[in-house]
């Protein structure tokens, strides 16, 4: 079993920046899909943005410009760079990895990020 543990949500002015870690338990970036989804309260989960085993990266329209996910040298950890935020950007942040050819996929339990003045 993989562990998916998530950090760096928090509290932060609109228009301020905040960076996401996602770090798995074992090396398993290589090999899948790392996706991050939110939770606004009271709606559903959407997609935000997305890189591959490969590196290729797609962002949801509503934050093209603004997030910046990324892998870097640091083994098993995936960032999200959350720039110009906004009040709407408010949700619970969770990070999925993802090999659907292997079966594979798992979650994070999520941070928190609220965007308020």
């Known amino acids: 079993q993989v562990q998916i543990v998530e950090s760096g949500g928090g509290l932060v002015q609109p228009g301020g920046s905040l960076k996401l870690s996602c770090v798995a338990s074992r090396s398993i970036f290589s090999v899948t899909t790392v996706n991050w989804y939110r939770q606004p309260p009271g709606k559903q989960r959407e997609l935000v943005a997305s890189i591959s085993a490969e590196g290729t990266t797609n962002y949801a329209d509503s934050v093209k410009g603004r997030f910046t996910i990324s892998k870097d040298n640091v083994p098993n950890t995936v960032y999200l760079q959350m720039n110009s935020l906004k009040p709407e950007d408010t949700a619970v942040y969770l990070c999925?990895?993802?090999?659907?050819?292997?079966?594979?996929?798992?979650w994070g339990q999520g941070t928190q990020v609220t965007v308020s003045s």
């Open positions: 999925n990895a993802e090999n659907p050819p292997l079966r594979w996929t798992f």
